[in-house]
Each structure stands twice: as C-alpha cells, then as structure tokens.
C-alpha cells in the first residue's frame, strides 16, 4: 500500500528524518501529516510509531518502527537510536572494508 500508493513523498517522518538526527514519535509529527499517511498507517495496525536517524561518514540511516497498543517509551527510543548507531557504523563500507582490502579490490577489478 506504501509503495503502491506513493506515500515516500507524503511522509512526515521520512521529510523528519532526512532533515534531523535523532528520534522522534509519529504523534509529534501528526501536524505535518498533510497526506494522512499516519491515518493510513492505523488502518494496518500500526498506531504509534517512532522514525530514527542517525548519520556518520557523511552517510545517513533512516529508519521507522511501530507498535499497535501504545507510543514508544524515551527509554525504548533510545536504545533504538543506540542499536541504529550500531547498525549504521557495522553496515559503512568505510568500517567494514580497510584501505588494503580497497586496495587489493581495485588491483582485482577489470577495467573496460
């Protein structure tokens, strides 16, 4: 349905997350929900949610969660925000793959 019906460009907490680091409750953002996807969001069950962003390495992860019984507690959205930290340093090229391991890459790599 989110696919399907364009909401990307709708979101709130996508335009949130693209522009703050952080977390943030969906709830805050309901003012700027111009195209109802939070309504549309409740209709799947998915009543409270939380967006999280994090950035390092001049690269950005955005990423949302939701709940149907009840909002996101500070507590939980932090240790959401620590596990995406995680997540985002563990994921970056520039911390998975060393500068010889690059390296040994290119010597590899064919070139057309």
């Known amino acids: ?22 977390a943030v409750r969906w709830s805050t953002l309901i003012d700027q929900d111009r195209g109802g996807v939070f309504k549309q969001a409740a209709e799947y069950g998915l009543h409270f949610g939380m967006t999280c962003a994090v950035e390092s390495h001049g690269s950005r992860s955005v990423s ?9 507690t500070n507590e939980e959205m932090a240790l959401v925000e620590k596990a995406m930290g ?11 793959i060393s500068e010889a391991d690059k390296d040994a890459i290119r010597r590899l790599s064919a070139t057309v």
Request: proline content about 5%; cysteine-free.
């Open 1 to 22: 349905h989110y696919s399907t019906n364009g909401l990307v460009m709708l979101d709130p907490a996508v335009a949130w997350g693209f522009s703050n680091i952080g």
């Open 86 to 96: 995680v997540l985002h340093e563990t994921t970056h090229p520039e911390a998975v």
């Open 64 to 72: 949302g969660f939701s709940r149907a019984d009840r909002e996101f």
